[in-house]
């Protein structure tokens, strides 16, 4: 059984008079553990489509199944309780709260989900190389350690999705590609499934299967398609 399952997923956004369709009734289906990244161009809808499969965006029509459980007919309780229990989100600007140290911003997801402590949060940032950085703020870390407490903050209560939007896009390409294998390693440890949202395709390679996003819909891409 596939872990993520869409069915005719549609939305739009009206914006003055105007309409855009953004998603035109998408189908896909995710198993568990596999690392997908989302592509195409600019626009195309690919933060909206991982949104809508992260629970964070209702789609105007479709469904999203969760491991049998149709994610958008859950009340908001339930939905925000199963997306705390079983979903993490990293994104291009880190989210960061600027007032607490490396540690505690880890410490955030692990008191809300209840699953973690402050060994946990340790064993997470020392799992993303930052054992030395506990105690510092975002403002002193650079932009590779921010997102990589974010990645800890993203593992800390062990979710079974992951999704990453953009997650390398404010970092230079060496970083970039550390971070994202980074991240790919720890998905892989913890038999996560990562679906990763990248206009990155030289990163895309590293996963077990391209998304093109294109004209509101997807397609299993060679990435070469794009180019
Ligand atoms: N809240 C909104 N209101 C109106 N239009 C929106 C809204 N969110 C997204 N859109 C529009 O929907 C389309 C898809 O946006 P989306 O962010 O999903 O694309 P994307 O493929 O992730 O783009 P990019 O790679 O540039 O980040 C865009 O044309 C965008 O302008």
Excluded: W
Aim: charged share 20%; glycine share 8%.
């Amino acid at each position: 059984m596939s872990l993520i399952k869409a069915t005719n997923l549609h939305r739009g956004y009206s914006v003055g008079k105007k309409r855009i369709e953004v998603l035109h009734g998408i189908d896909l289906s995710i198993q568990k553990g596999e690392k997908v990244f989302l592509c195409g161009p600019s626009g195309a809808g690919k933060t909206t489509l991982m949104y809508t499969l992260a629970g964070l965006e209702q789609p105007e029509q479709g469904s999203v199944i969760i491991d049998g459980i149709d994610l958008y007919k859950l009340s908001k309780k339930q939905q925000a309780k199963l997306r705390n229990a079983r979903m993490s989100y990293i994104f291009q600007n880190y989210y960061l709260m600027p007032e607490l140290t490396a540690l505690e911003n880890v410490l955030v997801p692990a008191m809300i989900g209840g699953k973690a402590n402050t060994d946990a949060a340790k064993a997470a940032l020392d799992r993303v190389g930052l054992s030395h950085r506990y105690d510092h703020l975002p403002a002193e870390l650079s932009g590779g350690e921010q997102q990589r407490v974010a990645i800890a903050r993203a593992i800390v209560n062990q979710p079974e999705m992951i999704f990453a939007d953009e997650p390398t896009g404010n970092l230079d390409s060496k970083n970039g590609e550390q971070v994202m294998q980074l991240l790919l390693e720890l998905a892989s440890q913890d038999h996560a499934t990562l679906i990763v949202v990248t206009h990155d395709l030289s990163l895309a390679q590293f996963g077990d299967r391209t998304l093109i996003v294109k004209d509101g819909n997807v397609a299993d891409g060679e990435v070469a398609t794009l180019t």
